[in-house]
């Protein structure tokens, strides 16, 4: 089975830095790849997501993302932290080969100082 | 607006209790998903359907079981609630193509 192994549970920045939350990922070959964020007491939304066309990838909210093979991560960023990006984040895979499943990380939330 | 409707937002269960969670998506979708999310431990994966009638079990099946009658509606089931099953329980469903999960907004359920 696939899995994605997101690299800290709590991130915590001031508003206006820089977002990085950070995401490995184990498999033999290149996956397709997720990030889903989750508002508190909110549904999960799809964040952007990566299927070979390009290694960096855009998603929305000024989110991006770039696929890395030889380090396998997929590590998301954001120039600018907004108080509205604060949330929990997860870095999603394949379940397992020929499943249309899919399997989350752990999570990371993300807290916003003003 | 496409939707994914869990019945119930919040639940509470005597131990011991069968429970049913319903889960109803209207985008004539192939693939529904039943996870369960805790905390530190993300969303893991119960059950899953490709089609009307099949269903193949996820990383912790143990205590649960899943019922797809008709395409539009996926039931988890209970079949002995007991406490360690709280937690929040997650439905999805998904096209033919890779990703784009639509999430319900999920029943919280306690059993006591």
């Known amino acids: 089975a696939q899995s994605v192994t997101q690299l800290d549970s709590h991130v915590s920045v001031s508003e206006g830095t820089p977002v990085l939350l950070r995401c490995n990922y184990s498999?033999?070959?290149?996956?397709?790849l997720f990030w889903y964020v989750q508002h508190p007491n909110k549904g999960l939304q799809l964040l952007l997501k990566?299927?070979?066309?390009?290694?960096l990838v855009k998603g929305i909210n000024g989110f991006e993302a770039e696929f890395k093979k030889s380090e396998t991560s997929f590590h998301l960023t954001k120039p600018s932290a907004h108080m509205s990006d604060a949330a929990e984040y997860f870095c999603?895979?394949?379940?397992?080969?020929?499943?249309?499943?899919?399997?989350f990380g752990s999570g990371t939330r993300l807290q916003v100082q003003p | 607006d496409v939707k994914v409707t869990q019945s119930s937002r919040y639940l509470v269960k005597r131990t011991g209790e069968k429970v049913f969670l319903e889960c109803v998506q209207d985008?004539?979708?192939?693939?529904m998903f039943w996870y369960r999310q805790d905390p530190g431990l993300g969303l893991r994966l119960i059950y899953f359907?490709?089609?009307?009638?099949?269903?193949e079990k996820g990383d912790i099946p143990e205590g649960y079981s899943v019922s797809r009658e008709k395409k539009e509606r996926f039931s988890l089931i209970l079949e002995s609630a007991s406490t360690n099953q709280t937690s929040m329980y997650l439905c999805?469903?998904?096209?033919?193509?890779?990703?784009?999960?639509?999430f319900g907004s999920g029943t919280r359920l306690t059993v006591v």
């Open positions: 990566y299927t070979s066309a390009a290694t």
């Open positions: 999805a469903s998904s096209s033919k193509q890779p990703g784009g999960y639509t």
């Open positions: 999603v895979a394949p379940w397992r080969t020929g499943r249309r499943a899919l399997t």
């Open positions: 359907s490709y089609d009307v009638k099949m269903k």
């Open positions: 985008m004539d979708h192939e693939n």
């Open positions: 498999s033999s070959y290149s996956p397709s």
